[in-house]
């Protein structure tokens, strides 16, 4: 079983600020973990993922997570936040074993970035 | 390079209508297809996953159904529209077999139903 738990449904950030949007997993195999970004009335695009291999990984536009398994954490940080920012933003877990290929989705984190 | 499509982009339908949404994905084969619907303010509700030609598993019972005539082409259809049947339809695609499972999502249509 997997379960995701995004801890903030909205974040608000003044724009050159950081950003932080806190997500917490449950897996019963090793997990590959992703975030998503969704701008409004758009399709999810693929920010960064974890498989297993650094822990620290980057992704597009200046995002970064980090992998901690003993917090069972994988939070999303951005040292400055920009306008383009605004969005949902989706942390989801996969099993990267066990023959599953269901992912499991948090429920969302609405960024707002004030000017 | 692969991509995904999804048609129309907007529809507005009135209760009791038929659906039918049209996903597509090139550049790649045999793809695991998935249907999501995102309601307004809230996350994404998965509703249909193929594995193969004719192999769909349902999420969530409802008055919606998925066919996958071709390897490529994820259709979600409906023979009567309810109000709650509103909402963003997202189709995904991931590799087969793949250890990530990384799926990659078409641009979405928004259902409106009347």
């Known amino acids: 079983a997997q379960s995701v738990t995004q801890l903030d449904s909205h974040v608000s950030v003044s724009e050159g600020t950081p950003v932080l949007l806190r997500c917490n997993y449950s897996s019963s195999y090793s997990p590959s973990l992703f975030w998503y970004v969704q701008h409004p009335n758009k399709g999810l695009q693929l920010l960064l993922k974890?498989?297993?291999?650094?822990?620290l990984v980057k992704g597009i536009n200046g995002f970064e997570a980090e992998f901690k398994k003993s917090e069972t954490s994988f939070h999303l940080t951005k040292p400055s936040a920009h306008m383009s920012d605004a969005a949902e933003y989706f942390c989801v877990v996969t099993p990267s074993s066990g023959g599953s290929y269901i992912p499991t989705f948090g429920r969302g984190t609405s960024l707002i970035v004030h000017p | 390079s692969q991509t995904i499509h999804q048609w129309p982009a907007t529809l507005v339908q009135p209760v009791g209508s038929p659906l039918s949404l049209e996903c597509t994905v090139e550049?790649?084969?045999?793809?695991?297809l998935y249907w999501y619907r995102q309601a307004a303010g809230r996350g994404l509700q998965l509703l249909f996953y193929s594995v193969g030609i004719g192999q769909i598993s349902s999420e969530v019972p409802q008055n919606l159904s998925a066919s996958r005539p071709q390897d490529r082409q994820f259709i979600l259809s409906s023979k009567k529209l309810l109000l709650s049947d509103s909402g963003f339809y997202l189709c995904?695609?991931?590799?087969?077999?793949?250890?990530?499972?990384?799926?990659?999502f078409g641009p979405g249509t928004r259902l409106t139903v009347l």
């Open positions: 550049g790649t084969s045999n793809p695991n």
């Open positions: 995904a695609w991931s590799q087969p077999r793949s250890s990530y499972n990384e799926q990659f």
């Open positions: 974890y498989t297993s291999a650094a822990t």
